[in-house]
C-alpha cells in the first residue's frame, strides 16, 4: 500500500511539472504560432527607419546615353515652372539630409528641385522625358507607349525616332526617366532638363 500512495505522489509530481513548463511554454511563444511578434516587428521597423534614412540621403543619378551620371540636389534653389517662364528662387538652407529631403517633398506642382552634376553645373526638370526609340520600334511607338503606360506629347524629329513624353515637374520625372531606361525598351531615355544661363 505505502509502494502504491508513493507511486501516486510521483505521478502527481511529474504531472504538475508538465503543466508547469506548458503554461511557461505558452507565456514565450509568439501568439499567432509562428515567427516571434517580438523579434519581427522591431527588426520591420528598424528597416523602415533605414529606408527613410537612404531615402534621406539617396544619391540622385541620371542616364546620359548609357553612361550613368551622378547629381546632387542642391538645397538653395528652387525653380518654379508654373508661370510663363520658369523663376529661378533662392530659399534657407536647412541642415540636415533628411530636412532637406523632407523640403523636397514640400514642393507645389509645377516646381523642381536643383541638381547639381559632376561639374557643379545646375539643372532643373520642368517636367517630361525625351525618348528615343530603336529603330526596329519606330512604326509601333504608339502600341509601345501604350504598353508602358506613357503619353506623348510630340516627336521632336522628322523620323519619329525620337519623342518627348508626359511626366510632371520634379523628381518625378527624373524617377520615370530612369524606369524607361532600366526598361530597355528605347535606345535612351533622359529627363527633359531645362539649364539656367546663370545662378543669381
Known amino acids: 500500500m505505502k509502494r502504491g500512495f508513493g507511486s501516486k505522489l510521483a505521478l502527481t509530481a511529474a504531472i504538475s511539472l508538465v503543466a508547469s513548463l506548458q503554461a511557461a511554454c505558452a507565456q514565450v511563444a509568439p501568439p499567432n504560432g509562428g515567427?516571434?511578434?517580438v523579434s519581427g516587428t522591431p527588426g520591420a521597423s528598424a528597416a523602415n527607419a533605414t529606408q527613410r534614412t537612404d531615402a534621406g540621403t539617396q544619391q540622385r543619378f541620371w542616364y546620359d546615353g548609357e553612361n550613368r551620371r551622378e547629381l546632387q540636389v542642391d538645397p538653395d534653389w528652387v525653380v518654379d515652372f508654373r508661370g510663363a517662364r520658369p523663376n529661378l528662387e533662392r530659399r534657407a538652407t536647412l541642415p540636415g539630409a533628411a530636412q532637406n529631403a523632407e523640403k523636397e517633398a514640400t514642393l507645389a506642382p509645377g516646381q523642381s528641385v536643383v541638381l547639381r552634376d559632376e561639374t557643379g553645373a545646375p539643372r532643373a526638370l520642368p517636367g517630361g522625358v525625351i525618348v528615343r526609340l530603336h529603330e526596329r520600334d519606330v512604326g509601333e511607338a504608339q502600341k509601345l507607349f501604350a504598353e508602358l503606360g506613357v503619353v506623348?506629347?510630340?516627336?521632336?524629329?522628322?523620323?519619329?525616332?525620337?519623342?518627348?513624353?508626359?511626366?510632371?515637374?520634379?523628381?518625378?520625372?527624373?524617377?520615370?526617366?530612369?524606369?524607361?531606361?532600366?526598361?530597355?525598351?528605347?535606345?535612351?531615355?533622359?529627363?527633359?532638363?531645362?539649364?539656367?544661363?546663370?545662378?543669381?
Open 35 to 37: 515567427a516571434p511578434s
Open 152 to 200: 506623348p506629347v510630340r516627336a521632336l524629329d522628322p523620323q519619329q525616332r525620337t519623342w518627348l513624353v508626359e511626366a510632371p515637374a520634379g523628381l518625378e520625372s527624373l524617377a520615370l526617366a530612369n524606369r524607361l531606361h532600366d526598361s530597355g525598351r528605347f535606345e535612351s531615355a533622359a529627363p527633359n532638363w531645362w539649364r539656367p544661363r546663370a545662378l543669381k
